[in-house]
């Protein structure tokens, strides 16, 4: 039979104990009231005595009214996302805004072919608010259950519903950046690697009417922005990953010579280094043979070279995420706000070897 379990000890018993009234004891704990020494060190030594171990922080958070907890909702295991340099960026910058004001995060991994799952263990789960930070889906139906308890919810693109407010990229634009840089550097064959376009995505190559119909805003809006200036082949990586981007590139490393591209525009930085482990594997040079750009401007310090890429800061985004959160949590309606971003200029990019000069200038 199991022992039944012990009672807390109260704050009522820890006053009765030390002679003072229940508001004097608060007040020792809270450290926010006039207590003088010798009152506060007899509350402290009948705390110990009972066992006493502060207030009881469940009672404290319905007080309050809050429970000091932000969700943030990760829709893949978390394994996946804590490998991610991007991603542990954007954490960083979450959790040194909503540690401001005390708030601690709590980790939700979203199973993404079960995204119902997820709904039904939050239903009840204290929360003050709930950042969706990452690559999601575009619909997902948690927002429901979160909209349904009037928990503010902030995204960056993803899920794409009124009830989310956002810090959006442009994403159609700035993956124009990278494309408009190899165009003015001469090249003309150009192919594209995308972030998964869907779930249970496998690594082939893909077509325009596919990407319209991709799962996933970020990947849908950066392959847009690479097929309006061109028109090279696309190829969906399974993965955000090195190996799913060395494979995705030796695809399009495969193809005829006369077809096979001079560069290559990859939407993220992991994909854009497994494409330079590709072409280097095939004995082509980066960027005299291949040029490669990337997307999101982490640092790759086993990368021998700078790559070039999309430059979004993580962590400032994490930041601007929390404090539309702080906000809401203070009672102001959070304002949808967009996220600028440059292209950074590296040593992975170049013009195509049919026009490097034959010799050097003098």
């Not at 006493?52 to 990760?74: K, Q, T």
């Not at 096979?260 to 040079?285: E, F, K, N």
Request: hydrophobic share 40%; glycine share 10%; net charge negative.
């Amino acid at each position: 039979m199991t022992a039944p379990r012990p009672r807390r000890t109260t704050l009522k018993r820890v006053a009765e104990r030390a002679g003072v009234s229940l508001s004097t004891a608060s007040l020792v704990f809270s450290g926010k009231g006039p207590v003088s020494e010798e009152t506060a060190a007899r509350v402290r030594t009948a705390a110990t005595a009972l066992g006493y171990r502060g207030p009881d922080p469940v009672a404290s958070s319905l007080r309050a009214g809050r429970s000091g907890v932000v969700a943030v909702v990760v829709e893949s295991p978390l394994t996946l996302a804590l490998r991610d340099p991007y991603a542990v960026q954007v954490l960083d910058g979450l959790a040194d805004e909503l540690g401001r004001d005390g708030l601690g995060l709590l980790l939700l991994a979203q199973d993404p072919h079960d995204l119902d799952e997820l709904g039904a263990r939050t239903a009840t789960m204290a929360m003050d608010a709930a950042i969706f930070p990452f690559c999601g889906p575009s619909t997902n139906p948690l927002v429901e259950t979160l909209a349904g308890r009037g928990i503010p919810i902030i995204g960056s693109g993803a899920p794409e519903d009124t009830r989310v407010t956002h810090v959006r990229v442009d994403e159609a634009a700035a993956q124009g950046l990278a494309v408009r840089h190899l165009l003015e550097l001469g090249h003309e064959r150009i192919g594209h690697i995308t972030l998964p376009l869907r779930p249970h995505a496998t690594t082939t190559g893909v077509q325009a009417m596919e990407v319209e119909h991709a799962a996933y805003p970020d990947a849908r809006e950066r392959a847009r922005g690479f097929l309006a200036l061109v028109t090279g082949p696309v190829v969906q990586a399974a993965a955000a990953d090195v190996t799913e981007g060395e494979a995705a590139a030796r695809l399009l490393l495969g193809l005829p010579e006369d077809e096979r591209p001079t560069a290559i525009v990859a939407q993220s930085d992991l994909l854009a280094a497994g494409a330079i482990r590709a072409a280097t594997s095939l004995g082509l040079r980066v960027p005299e043979d291949l040029s490669v750009t990337g997307f999101d401007g982490i640092d790759v310090p086993w990368l021998d070279q700078t790559l070039t890429t999309v430059d979004q800061p993580g962590a400032e985004k994490g930041r601007r995420m929390g404090a539309m959160a702080r906000a809401a949590i203070g009672g102001d309606a959070p304002i949808a706000t967009s996220y600028d971003v440059m292209l950074r200029r590296g040593t992975t990019s170049g013009p195509p070897k049919r026009l490097r000069p034959r010799f050097p200038s003098l």
